[in-house]
């Protein structure tokens, strides 16, 4: 079901690096946090992840911005910016995973098509953001589908990266950047 051999690589480069993951999701409802940890020892790279389904839990566990998200029904590449900076914040993690979107057409939204937007941050720097589109299929499959387009991308964006890369300018890029589009905290409210 998932790509063990992507998983069992991404699991050697994040322990070379002593580097962890936390992933933030919601079209795909856990599926990512089960691959992730179904690595041997996953608990040395695999620091956790939320799965929010609705506006109200990302808002309330991610610090997603609601007035943004209610415009888009919290699908776009702004909200999964949002929700893999903070998910990385919320986790205590380098990187950060989120993804939201749809795996099954939504006809009292007049979404057809079946598409995703998933992005990556190393610390607060968004290195990758982008749009995934599936053929109608069962929602579970386009849920696997999903995950492990993600997996080979963040494969070879985590391989590929050096960290020492990341300045403070560019941190302060990327915090103005999603202050524009919401509130970026480093936990979430709890009421």
């Known amino acids: 079901m998932y790509d063990s051999n992507v998983i069992g690589q991404i699991k050697e480069i994040l322990i070379q690096k002593e580097q962890t ?10 599926h990512l946090q089960a691959a992730l940890s179904s690595a041997e020892n996953a608990s040395q790279f695999f620091q956790g992840g939320i799965t929010a389904y609705n506006l109200g839990q990302k ?18 590449d702004k909200i999964a910016e949002q929700m893999a900076v903070n998910v990385a914040h919320l986790f205590s993690s380098d990187w950060g995973i989120a993804i939201t979107g ?35 299929d069962d929602a579970m499959k386009v849920q696997i589908f999903y995950v492990n387009k993600i997996l080979t991308d963040f494969h070879r964006i985590v391989g590929e990266f050096d ?29």
Request: proline share 5%.
């Open 21 to 30: 993951i936390a992933v933030a999701e919601s079209v795909t409802a856990g």
């Open 59 to 76: 808002s309330r566990h991610l610090n997603i911005e609601p007035i943004l998200a209610e415009r888009c029904n919290s699908v776009s």
């Open 102 to 136: 749809y795996a099954a057409p939504v006809p009292e939204c007049s979404i057809e098509e079946l598409f995703a937007y998933y992005s990556i941050c190393y610390h607060d720097q968004l290195l990758e953001t982008k749009k995934l589109a599936a053929k109608k």
């Open 163 to 191: 960290q020492s890369s990341v300045s403070r300018s560019d941190r302060n890029s990327i915090n103005s950047k999603l202050a524009s589009a919401g509130p970026l905290s480093t936990s979430p409210s709890m009421e």
